[in-house]
Structure formats: structure tokens, C-alpha cells
């Protein structure tokens, strides 16, 4: 999937503009849940969903984590914030077992 990105610089001005490869494999899907599609838009604007699928983190750490990248530009509307909480605490807890990716072909080893 090829994606086009803008980078911001200072108060707002793009600096650049800069064509990202992000490999031959889709994109993997967030869990369902009531907030699914807004924390896909919110997220997956900046960076890939694997991202996302591999953490495990507590209720407080994801509380910490959504509201770090509502500062660095996440759009989460105030309303949702909490849901976006509860949906990422739900879905990936700390005792939740590890991620693990998805090899496309060109990773696969050759035998």
C-alpha cells in the first residue's frame, strides 16, 4: 500500500511531502468494537496498525498513551476519548497473549 503523507513543521506548515512503500502485506484490522472505526481513522493516520496490535498495556497506560497522541496530533474527539480508552483496554490488557505478525512472502524464509 503506497500512502501519501504530509509533514508538518512548527505552527503548522508543511515542510514536506514524501511518498511512503509500506510493504506487500495489508494492513491488519483493529478488533470490532463500538469505536473501531474512529481509532482506526485517529491512528492509523500516523502509523501502521500493527502498532496498535501489539501492545498490552494497562487501563492507565493506554489512558496515558491515547492522551500523548492527542497532544502529538491524534484527532480523538473529547467524547470518544473514554470509549477509545475502554476499547484499547479491552482489547489489548496486559495478560493478553503476545501479537504476532503476519509474514508476508518476501519476509518468509526460502527453504
Request: include cysteine.
Amino acid at each position: 500500500m503506497w500512502k501519501l503523507r504530509t509533514i508538518p513543521f512548527a505552527a503548522g506548515t508543511v515542510i514536506a511531502t514524501a511518498l511512503v512503500f509500506w510493504g506487500q502485506t495489508a494492513q491488519p484490522d483493529l478488533p470490532p468494537g463500538p469505536v473501531k472505526a474512529k481509532a482506526t481513522t485517529a491512528c492509523t493516520e500516523c502509523h501502521d496498525a500493527r502498532i496498535i496490535l501489539q501492545q498490552r498495556l494497562s487501563k492507565a497506560a493506554w489512558t496515558k498513551e491515547v492522551d500523548k497522541m492527542v497532544k502529538w496530533g491524534a484527532v480523538v474527539d473529547a467524547a470518544d476519548r473514554d470509549l477509545m480508552i475502554d476499547y484499547f483496554s479491552t482489547n489489548f490488557p496486559p495478560d493478553k497473549a503476545p501479537y504476532v505478525a503476519e509474514r508476508s512472502a518476501s519476509t518468509k524464509s526460502k527453504k
